[in-house]
């Protein structure tokens, strides 16, 4: 299989050769620092680059937001009252930049099999938080629900040009909402917040993914199991990265949402522990695997603490378990 058959196969629980060999989010950039000074030659430092050094696949993705000014402390509010965002809002959404150049290039790769492509988009709970700072955000749900719903309106729009845009070149394999509206504790808002503030924008949009055959996945950290029906009902296809410290668990996922598909969930905390630990990380991933429309990948970007050794441990023992689950779908 090439790798877009094979990602697709996957995802579409269908049988396969093997699973993917897939780093969907990179790597940190102090983990590439550390490995230059341990065997990863100087030159190696694009991300695909990366992926094709150590055999990964090559999963190309492109994020297209909207521009907001800068605030001046990480965090803080850029957007307080609907009078600022109005004075923004013509900046924020100006016309959809998608570099076509780049999407033609990479479709003729996906033609080939060689890659898979995919785009992120922001989503309804991170973008206006991103323009009104952490806590602001969370008060806007009782105290502003008007500029929420203008903010959201918006970017549906703005999204729903994007998708055009890119698909006037070509049709990605998936999509993911960058989201991130769960920690370690679960969601940071109610399920009758979501249903009211998110979930009619993501109906928006959804469906004409569907349409076009493109996987919605979205992009939370932290513990979604809470908040995994409310994405389902909204029609959305996945989520990604599971994250294990998080209190995650894949089976637990898998046996309440049989056709959803999740990308990640290694746990990071292991690669760096020796042989038996990443085994037995594999060992508890395999059997949801084996089944179809789950990526095993490492469940957020490798930390630093990651030796180049132990990650090309790391990389032996996946193609081992790649290898086996392919033989256990092909059963």
């Known amino acids: 299989m090439t790798s877009r058959e094979r990602f697709q196969a996957v995802m579409n629980f269908q049988p396969f ?23 990863l030659p100087s030159n190696v ?33 850029v957007v307080r009252t ?15 930049v998608v570099d076509k150049d780049r999407w033609r290039a990479w479709a003729e790769e996906q033609h080939r099999g060689e890659v898979v492509l995919w785009f992120t988009l922001m989503g309804f709970f991170w973008f206006p938080r991103g323009l009104m700072g952490i806590e602001p955000h969370l008060y806007a749900f009782y105290d502003q629900p008007e500029l929420m719903h203008a903010m959201n309106t918006d970017l549906v729009a703005w999204n729903l040009r994007i998708i055009e845009e890119i698909c006037s070149v070509c049709t990605p394999d998936f999509m993911t909402f960058a989201e991130d509206m769960s920690y370690n504790n679960g969601p940071m808002l109610s399920q009758a917040q979501f249903n009211e503030f998110l ?50 668990d894949i089976a637990r996922l898998r046996a309440a ?64 378990y790649a290898e086996e689950s392919g033989r256990c779908s092909r059963r």
Not at 20 to 38: F, M, N
């Open 199 to 248: 979930k009619p924008y993501y109906r928006q949009i959804v469906p004409l993914l569907k349409e076009r055959g493109i996987l919605s996945i979205i992009d939370s950290d932290g513990d979604i199991t809470r908040a995994g029906p409310w994405f389902e009902e909204a029609g959305l296809d996945g989520i990604l990265p599971i994250e294990r410290q998080a209190g995650a």
């Open 45 to 77: 430092t694009d991300r695909y680059d990366i992926c094709r050094h150590f055999g990964l696949e090559v999963y190309k993705q492109d994020w297209i937001s909207p521009k907001a000014p800068p605030a001046p402390v990480h965090g803080a509010p």
């Open 17 to 39: 050769d093997r699973l993917p060999l897939v780093e969907w989010a990179g790597w940190w950039d102090q983990t590439i620092k550390r490995w230059h000074s341990e065997g």
């Open 82 to 96: 609907m009078d600022e965002y109005q004075k923004i809002r013509g900046a924020l959404y100006s016309p959809p």
């Open 257 to 320: 949402h049989p056709r959803m598909r999740f990308i990640g969930h290694f746990d990071k905390m292991t690669m760096n522990q020796g042989e038996a630990a990443m085994r037995a990380e594999f060992e508890r991933l395999m059997p949801t695997a084996v089944t179809g429309g789950f990526l095993i990948s490492c469940d957020h970007q490798t930390p630093p603490g990651v030796s180049y050794q132990d990650y090309q441990l790391y990389l032996r023992l996946f193609r081992e």
